[in-house]
């Protein structure tokens, strides 16, 4: 397995795990905005991941981490806006924040170490 596959795989999961919520939404028109809100940004910090592994240089290899980070937090905030709104239960989407956080977690800590190294060359 290659650096960085198991950070991909599992942010292909979080982007399943968005489908699969956004999929159960209504179609009252609130849902439908919040469906396609949360799809669009649950779904692309895998592929913006996936554009920084192969990055043109350490600012491009920042930057589109940065935009992957972005996106997990757009998405934290349409998770909080369904809890709120009481169109979902905490319970039906704590095991995708849990997954959100640790994804954050994870890209912030690369994208210091990024900083780090491109600072000291």
């Not at 979080?14 to 669009?40: D, G, M, V, W």
């Not at 998405?75 to 239960?89: D, P």
């Not at 989407?93 to 956080?101: G, P, V, Y």
Request: glycine share 2%; aromatic share 4%; with cysteine.
């Amino acid at each position: 397995m290659a650096k960085g596959d198991d950070i991909q795989n599992r942010l292909i999961d979080f982007a399943a795990s968005t489908i699969q919520l956004s999929s159960k939404l209504e179609n009252s028109s609130a849902e439908k905005h919040i469906s396609k809100q949360i799809l669009r940004s649950g779904t692309s910090p895998a592929p913006n991941y996936a554009e920084a592994r192969s990055a043109e240089s350490a600012n491009d290899f920042i930057h589109k981490l940065k935009v992957a980070l972005k996106e997990l937090n757009e998405t934290k905030v349409w998770l909080q806006i369904l809890v709120r709104s009481q169109i979902k239960e905490p319970k039906d989407i704590s095991s995708l924040q849990t997954d959100r956080d640790e994804l954050c977690r994870i890209i912030s800590a690369s994208v210091r170490t990024a900083m780090k190294r491109k600072n000291n060359q």
